[in-house]
């Protein structure tokens, strides 16, 4: 009966590791289809912030276990994120256009790729999953871009997801 057990639990460790792996490959293509989506929903990058902020998540039983950066695949943002009430002149911005914008939100004035460190740090899933992918853009802006103009990219994530998630998770049948 031991013998059972063991060959039970071995095989269950095996499928873990193989549910975990295929996790942290979805992640990284989640995180190039975040970038790719944010860049051409039609917003603008003034700092880069917003963009350097998305990350993507991996916890296992609630606890962080590994994340994709942004800010890890594209350059770095170009200053401090911008604040309200204050008024932004750039003669070559993010995205590499002279360029004014007016805050309409506060922000701690730091940068978005501590905020995407901090987020995956400090968040946990609800739930009891043994896996959750979360997929976070966390500047303080983010949901008024989004709100605004549609232009951080992720319902197009989403509904992106949503076909592509399920067959790139899958394990393949034993043959």
Known sequence: MRIVREAIADYHKKMEDDVEKRCRIYCNALCEYAIEFRNSAGGHNYTGNLLNSIVVC?????QPIFAEYAAE???????????APKHYHFTRDYDGEESDYHAEIQTDEGWGEEDARKFFN?????????????????????????EASQATGIMELYAHTEKFGINFLQIPKAV
Do not use: C, H
């Not at 991996?58 to 609630?62: H, S, T």
């Not at 943002?77 to 911008?82: D, L, R, S, W």
């Not at 979360?134 to 500047?139: E, G, I, K, T």
């Open 73 to 83: 695949y594209i350059p770095k943002a170009i200053q401090v994120k911008m604040t």
């Open 122 to 146: 400090s968040y946990r899933p609800e739930g009891k999953n043994l896996f959750d992918i979360v997929v976070a853009y966390p500047v303080e802006y983010a949901g008024f871009i989004e």
């Open 58 to 62: 991996l916890y296992k039983n609630r």
